[in-house]
């Protein structure tokens, strides 16, 4: 009598194919998402069989640039017309490209007030008013600066900077906005007439010694002041004096559009 034999059909390999992703914004995340699950390729006969979605699907880094690469994983099959029982997926995941696009945002400068320092410098930190940082991303290199350093109203303040994003702030594209209302007040600048005599002539008193002069900023000197010095300030007594005694000399004559004299 013939022996018998055992006789194994093997389960048909299927593969995956025609699998899409769609392009993204960056979001400091890998996630993805696809626009075509893809198909089966291999199936008998005309059978179908269901390609289920896949558990997980990554980009291969979160970095903004084109043709990333996009990983699916995690495919199943599942029954239709055909048994899935009588097939395998040759590998359960699947490749597409996909784009991470810079996100964009604005930025707008803030008010600012200051007294004059003789710089373009403001206090203010610039804000997003539009858009959104993602991840442990943060603005610590925005700031903004006055149009001149001159004291002024209505003065331009202009915001720049870059987020902190670990690519030196290219996954991000900026609109800078400026504010046009900042202030910078004079400072205050006292010039005080040097002390001066002379013994009793009987001549009038005329002129003075020179003056002093507390509150230049930024190590700006006498130069920058417009005007000449003369002594007849009003306050002053000395202009004209003939007797002996005491007269005070009142410097005036200089002027400053950053400064506030007194």
Do not use: M
Not at 34 to 55: C, K, M, R, V, W
């Amino acid at each position: 009598q013939p022996e018998s034999q055992l006789a194994n059909i093997t389960t048909a390999a299927l593969s995956i194919t025609g699998a899409a992703a769609q392009n993204k914004i960056y979001d400091s995340t890998t996630t993805a998402t696809l626009s075509n699950n893809g198909s089966l390729n291999g199936l008998i006969g005309g059978e179908t069989l269901i390609l289920n979605a896949p558990a997980s699907i990554n980009l291969s880094d979160k970095n903004a640039a084109t043709g990333k690469t996009v990983t699916a994983s995690g495919y199943a099959i599942s029954d239709s017309s055909g048994q899935a029982s009588n097939y395998q997926l040759a590998s359960n995941s699947a490749t597409a490209t996909a784009d991470i696009t810079a996100a964009l945002l604005t930025v707008t400068a803030q008010t600012n007030t200051k007294t004059y320092d003789a710089n373009t410098s403001a206090a203010a930190i610039p804000t997003i008013t539009s858009g959104t940082l993602f991840g442990t991303d943060d603005t610590a290199n925005f700031s903004e600066i006055y149009d001149t350093q001159n004291a002024g109203i209505g003065k331009i303040l202009t915001a720049s900077g870059i987020v902190n994003d670990g690519n030196s702030g290219n996954y991000y594209v900026y609109t800078f906005i400026p504010y046009t209302t900042g202030v910078i007040n004079p400072a205050p600048l006292t010039v005080t007439a040097n002390a001066a005599s002379k013994t009793y002539d009987g001549f009038a008193y005329s002129g003075g010694n020179g003056v002093g002069y507390s509150g230049f900023v930024n190590g700006e000197t006498s130069d920058v002041l417009t005007g000449t010095v003369a002594y007849n300030g009003t306050s002053g007594t000395s202009q004209g004096a003939t007797n002996a005694g005491g007269y005070v000399i009142s410097p005036t004559g200089l002027a400053s559009a950053n400064y506030t004299i007194s």
